[in-house]
């Protein structure tokens, strides 16, 4: 079993609709995850990162978390064609401080 | 306010030639970590360091090898290079090692 799994994708939206992208991992000692966005040739860059139980919004994009189903999820509303990238989710390993990454599932929005 | 900086951004070397990657934080954080990571996949951690001394290590061989100087900044070292070390390093720094973590634009390294 992958510490991380996220489908690779890629998934594909319309314009304006809700892309919906899943992640699950296996360390139950992981307290914090974080989602970022990856470019074609690019650096990742922070979305955004959630520690509690439930949703947490910023702008167009919630993250929810069950840790008791060791799930992560990222929705992005009203998507935007600027939106298509790789989506990588990241639990963060508190023992060593090391983000472990999932190979990041890509998004693509159609107009 | 700067953001993570890399040198260089692009290198090419040759197998068995070494190579040295440079990374210096975003002022005020004082952790450095590093990745590595291949084409379709996700990256994959190499070392992290706090206040100068190694708080992580990944499952990379010993050919690998970092440090972090009083200044904060950071190199990573790999000596013997193969093929299969081609691949986008990435260094991220946060305040601490268990904090958020900013990636720099990386260094790609193709190996001949």
């Known amino acids: 079993q992958k510490e991380v799994e996220q489908n690779s994708g890629p998934l594909s939206v319309p314009e304006g609709a809700i892309a919906s992208l899943n992640c699950t991992y296996s360390d139950r000692g992981s307290q914090s995850f974080f989602w970022y966005r990856q470019y074609s040739g690019k650096s990742p860059e922070l979305i955004m990162f959630i520690y509690s139980n439930g949703d947490k919004e910023d702008g167009r994009f919630t993250a929810q978390l069950n840790k008791a189903s060791q799930y992560v999820s990222l929705l992005i509303r009203d998507s935007q064609p600027s939106d298509s990238a790789t989506y990588l989710c990241a639990p963060h390993s508190g023992n060593t401080g090391k983000l472990i990454f999932g190979q990041g599932t890509t998004l693509q929005v159609k107009p | 306010d700067a953001g993570v900086t890399q040198s260089p951004t692009h290198l090419i070397k040759t197998r068995g030639q070494h190579v040295t990657l440079r990374c210096s934080p975003i002022?005020?954080?004082?952790?450095v970590s590093w990745y590595q990571q291949v084409l379709g996949q996700g990256p994959q951690f190499i070392f992290q360091?706090?206040?100068?001394?190694?708080?992580g290590r990944g499952n990379f061989p010993d050919r690998f090898s970092a440090r972090q100087f009083p200044n904060y900044s950071s190199e990573l070292n790999v000596n013997a290079l193969l093929l299969g070390d081609s691949a986008l390093y990435l260094c991220?720094?946060?305040?601490?090692?268990?904090?958020?973590?900013?990636f720099g634009p990386g260094t790609r390294l193709l190996v001949l």
């Open positions: 991220a720094s946060s305040l601490a090692g268990e904090g958020t973590q900013y």
């Open positions: 002022s005020g954080h004082k952790s």
């Open positions: 360091y706090y206040e100068k001394e190694e708080r």
